[in-house]
């Protein structure tokens, strides 16, 4: 009898496990799509230059603003730090957002230089984990790159009721 009883739990507790992760899979599908991702994003990157010919050598970092439309387009302003020296600069570029959330992106700098991108978009639309896959002028990228960084959704502020 007990083991009756133990069998149809552990049936009962893989049936659940199963259904929560198509649950869990559907909906991503369903959410995930150029057209949902949509508004401003405060975004941060790290890392290095090992070897792009394009870009200087040594540390990197950036902060900016990205800003998509939900049609595929982007717009921004960033501020780079590339081995010391402050590189202010605005884009514009193009995106795609696959439905299993994964997503590339493709931003051409007002300096000269493209930047190519793979992302994730996490945390139910709120945040964007990404990394550089190729920069340099637009007909020649290149790789060589280990930068990689953050971004959260920027929210509008909400009107004071009183």
């Known amino acids: 009898m007990s083991t009756r009883i133990g069998r149809r739990i ?3 507790a893989v049936a659940a496990l199963l ?7 559907l909906s991503a ?15 941060r990157v790290d890392g290095t230059n090992v070897s792009n010919p394009y870009v200087p050598a040594g540390p990197f970092s950036a902060v900016g ?3 998509y439309d939900g049609l ?6 960033i501020l ?8 202010p600069a605005s884009y514009t570029g193009t995106y795609t957002l696959d439905a299993d959330c ?4 493709s931003a051409a700098l007002n300096i000269g230089l493209t930047v190519d991108f793979y992302f994730v978009v996490d945390n139910n639309l709120r945040g964007i984990e990404m ?20 971004a959260r959704k920027i929210f509008a502020a909400r009107a004071n009721k009183n």
């Not at 780079?80 to 590189?87: E, F, K, Q």
Request: with cysteine.
């Open 10 to 12: 552990v049936v009962a």
């Open 19 to 25: 259904l929560s992760s198509l649950a869990t899979q």
């Open 29 to 43: 599908q369903e959410r995930c799509s150029a057209a949902s991702l949509k508004g401003s994003y405060a975004f």
């Open 65 to 67: 603003r990205n800003t």
């Open 72 to 77: 595929g387009h982007m717009t921004g302003v």
């Open 80 to 87: 780079v730090s590339s081995n010391g020296a402050m590189i």
């Open 102 to 105: 994964t997503g590339s992106k």
């Open 131 to 150: 990394i550089a896959t190729q920069a340099g002028p637009a007909n020649s990228l290149a790789g060589g790159l280990t930068i990689s960084g953050s």
